[in-house]
């Protein structure tokens, strides 16, 4: 059975890094942008990796640029940005596509393991599906992330147990995290 050890992505330096060195870790793997409205989320994403790294968790962010162009940098760009605003001290990765056919090998992996569900209820959520429906549309049966800062919660084995998100708070996914470790 595949796992995200699997995979092999490449770092902000072009270099490839397998995920197999996170092996036995629990890793939350998400897909960012640095002009987003749920940009702040770093914030309480650091937070949690700054509480949780001593027990074996990590964080891989991967900035993609596919939703209404929202992380316009380059990958040294994006990482001043997050250091600088966010104090971020997780793995950051190059920047990816996650959509489409140049979609990434790993986030195509993940949401195939953890569909899409919906974005949740209210008036915020149905707007966010409204715009991001009309994003996605391009991407066809190929859109497989609906927006920035969708979290994947990998257990230790590399196997995808959750999916959130990026309107799921995210007090509500440290719980999940925690109940986990």
């Known amino acids: 059975m595949k796992t995200v050890y699997d995979f092999t992505v490449k770092d902000r330096q072009g270099q490839d890094v397998s995920l197999s060195q996170y092996q036995g870790k629990l890793l939350l793997i998400v897909n960012t942008a640095t002009g987003c409205g749920f940009t702040p989320q770093y914030d309480p994403l650091e937070s949690m990796y700054r509480d949780f790294r001593e027990k074996g968790f990590e964080i891989l962010d991967f900035p993609c640029n596919q939703f209404a162009d929202q992380a316009p940098g380059d990958d040294a760009q994006i990482h001043e940005f997050c250091t600088m605003k966010f104090g971020t001290e997780f793995p950051r990765f190059a920047k990816i596509d996650v959509n489409g056919e140049t979609a990434d090998p790993l986030f195509a992996f993940l949401a195939t393991e953890k569909p899409f569900e919906g974005f949740g209820k209210g008036l915020k ?57």
């Open 125 to 181: 959520n149905a707007a966010l599906k409204k715009f991001s429906n009309m994003n996605n549309r391009k991407f066809g049966d190929k859109a497989y992330i609906k927006w920035n800062f969708t979290k994947f919660l990998i257990d230790r084995e590399g196997k995808v147990i959750a999916r959130f998100e990026p309107t799921m708070p995210v007090n509500e996914v440290w719980e999940i995290v925690a109940a986990n470790l």
